[in-house]
């Protein structure tokens, strides 16, 4: 003799009663939405695909941005010290340094001849040929045009490079060439090199017999309708100028 088993009523009823009234109202949306999805498919597919394409449409019309402070804690000492220095050189307008690093393809010794007519060489290209459009004014301008008071920060490499060419014509034995660290003198001007010369070697008496490393500063401040956007840009030049050079 076999029999069915019916379902107990009055345990659905009491799991029914014991859901709060959110969850009732929840469990009833979720089955008219199963409802009409499975009654029409292709059209539910066609709205998801719709809202898909709408929110992604953003990311092309949204203007990429390459800002490192970004991922920078809002109260870290490098972002006070930056608006220090923001304060103190912006006054004027927007404050922007560049710095390149150059070092020997052989790794050795970046104080000869031929290391710093190339580094020189190289200067003089950024410094005539890099340039920075300012668009509200409809003119562009190169570096030696907008330096204004840090024009001569890489003089420096330029005088170490002019001491060693003085130097080779009177083999090493110049009196008005005192190439030592960190002041040097020739022709009677004193100027300091420790700005831009690196990893150095210091013999008798502080002179200079090597340097692994010739740093270059391309420092201005960027006045008139010039921001933020401009100097990035112009970084990005100095940057794809050298890449350029590189690959040639």
Not at 113 to 125: G, I, M, P, S, Y
Not at 182 to 207: E, H, Y
């Amino acid at each position: 003799m076999t029999g069915k088993m019916l379902p107990k009523k009055g345990a659905n009823a009491k799991t029914h009663s014991e859901d709060t009234i959110f969850v009732q109202y929840l469990k009833r949306f979720f089955r008219l939405t199963g409802r009409n999805v499975a009654a029409r498919p292709y059209f539910f597919i066609f709205i998801c695909l719709f809202i898909t394409v709408l929110s992604s449409s953003s990311i092309l019309l949204t203007k990429m941005t390459n800002n490192v402070t970004d991922f920078t804690p809002k109260d870290a000492r490098a972002l006070r010290e930056l608006k220090i220095y923001n304060d103190f050189f912006g006054q004027k307008g927007y404050p922007i340094v560049v710095f390149v690093f150059i070092t020997a393809k052989d790794s050795g010794s970046m104080l000869g001849v031929a290391q710093l007519n190339e580094t020189v060489k190289l200067l003089d290209l950024i410094v005539n040929n890099v340039e920075i459009r300012n668009e509200q004014m409809n003119e562009t301008r190169i570096f030696a045009q907008f330096c204004t008071s840090f024009c001569e920060a890489n003089e420096p490499v330029r005088n170490v490079y002019n001491s060693l060419m003085i130097n080779e014509q009177f083999n090493g034995t110049s009196a008005q060439i005192d190439l030592a660290y960190p002041v040097s003198t020739i022709l009677g001007q004193r100027f300091r090199i420790d700005d831009n010369f690196f990893g150095v070697q210091i013999g008798k008496r502080n002179s200079l017999l090597g340097a692994r490393l010739v740093l270059l500063q391309f420092r201005a401040i960027l006045q008139g309708d010039i921001d933020s956007t401009g100097a990035e840009r112009y970084e990005m030049a100095v940057n794809n100028f050298i890449q350029n050079i590189r690959n040639k």
